[in-house]
């Protein structure tokens, strides 16, 4: 339906167009005039903060003997370990002002956020407990009360009246008199609402440095593949009663983490373990073989982090393009020893020397050099 005063018209191609007073109105002017909606873009950001928020989780557990993370099941988040279980509702607030308690006590459809946590914490048992948090990028403020000095805090840990009120507002919605708030827990963090995977791909590449030594090939790819690999198992919408095929679909074990943290790392590797095999085949006595493995490990640790090697290697490989190829490995290290030996810092013994240039030598081999 036209507006008063406007007609329409008909271009050529046979699409419509709107004239007001005679006025032609072309794409801009008439989608100007159609109302936004933010709602689908911020929903999808917030699902993209969970997903962010649980894979910078996997890797703070990184360390632990074994884990689960389950994705957007029975919370946004869960943590499934031999003895326990941790969830985790995500809840990013867009203005600068605390979270008020009032609205995590707030329930039209369905449980309060508080009371959907305090209902999974009840669940426990004493040999299998249950902790739950609420996990914001604002401080948590009950009452008058802005508690903005702690990052993590139990609720059985605060004053005499925001307990009381907590366990008012619970005790009226499940309509309990006992109200236990032990292993209930509220967690401050910083989001970046509008762009958390610049934060996550960051966390990655550290993480990944601290877990495997090196820095991981293909970053950016490592992240996608991750991310995709979460995404899949949150977006899986089927329920299951067989708890081993809820942990196929909609978690992700620390063992399979591992492989895709592995699956980056596979490159260096191969060069790594294929000049271990090298030096275990040289005939030469025990003992050189013990230095040849030490300065091994000691080139595989320092060149993750030195930038002089990093840049070395680049030199080498650069080198190696350059002369002809039509020798053999023992000849090719001789070439370069003989050039390039007296150029390395005094820190590396011609031990370590020698082995850094089997590496590169290795690495050129196979392809590595780009």
């Known amino acids: 339906m036209c507006h008063q005063g ?38 999808k950001n917030r699902f993209r903060q969970e997903l962010c928020w649980g894979i910078s989780k996997m890797f703070d557990l990184f360390d632990k003997e074994d884990f689960c993370v389950v994705f957007d099941y029975k919370c946004d988040i869960e943590i499934h370990f031999n003895d326990s279980v941790e969830f985790y509702q995500i809840k990013t607030h867009k203005i600068q002002s605390p979270y008020k ?6 329930h039209k459809e369905g449980p309060s956020i508080i009371a959907k946590l305090f209902v999974l914490k009840d669940a426990s048992a004493p040999e299998t407990p249950i902790r739950c948090a609420l996990v914001s990028n604002a401080f948590l403020q009950i009452g008058k009360v802005a508690i903005s ?8 840990e605060l004053d005499e009246i925001s307990q009381t009120t907590v366990r008012a507002a619970l005790s009226e919605e499940l309509s309990r008199e006992n109200v236990d708030l032990t292993n ?4 401050y963090t910083p989001m970046n609402l509008l762009a958390p995977q610049n934060d996550i791909i960051g966390k990655i590449t550290g993480s990944f ?18 991310l995709d690999t979460v ?49 275990e085949q040289k005939q030469v006595t025990i003992g050189e073989k013990r230095k040849l493995k030490q300065s091994l490990a000691k080139i595989v640790e320092a060149e993750c982090k030195s930038l002089e090697l990093q840049t070395k290697q680049q030199t080498l490989f650069e080198y190696i ?44 081999e196979c392809g590595l050099n780009g």
């Open 101 to 106: 308690f009032s609205d995590l006590k707030r």
């Open 184 to 187: 209930l827990y509220y967690i």
């Open 209 to 226: 440095e601290r877990i495997k030594g090196c820095e991981p090939v293909k970053p950016n790819a490592l992240y996608r593949l991750i």
């Open 6 to 43: 406007s007609r329409v018209g008909v271009f050529p191609c046979g699409l419509f167009y709107l004239q007001e007073g005679g006025k032609h109105l072309g794409v801009v002017d008439v989608y100007s005039k159609i109302p936004f909606d933010l709602s689908g873009s911020m929903s």
């Open 231 to 279: 995404t899949e198992k949150a977006c899986y919408e089927l329920s299951s009663q067989d708890y081993s095929e809820l942990i196929k679909c909609k978690g992700i074990t620390k063992a399979e983490l591992n492989n895709m943290l592995n699956h980056h790392m596979d490159k260096t590797d191969n060069s790594v373990s294929l000049i271990q095999d090298y030096i």
């Open 149 to 156: 000095d702690k990052e993590f805090f139990s609720f059985d």
């Open 321 to 364: 393009d350059t002369i002809s190829t039509d020798v053999s490995f023992e000849e090719m290290t001789e070439i370069i020893l003989s050039r390039y030996s007296t150029t390395f810092p005094i820190e590396y013994s011609q031990t370590d020397i020698y082995v850094f240039i089997l590496l590169v030598i290795k690495r050129w």
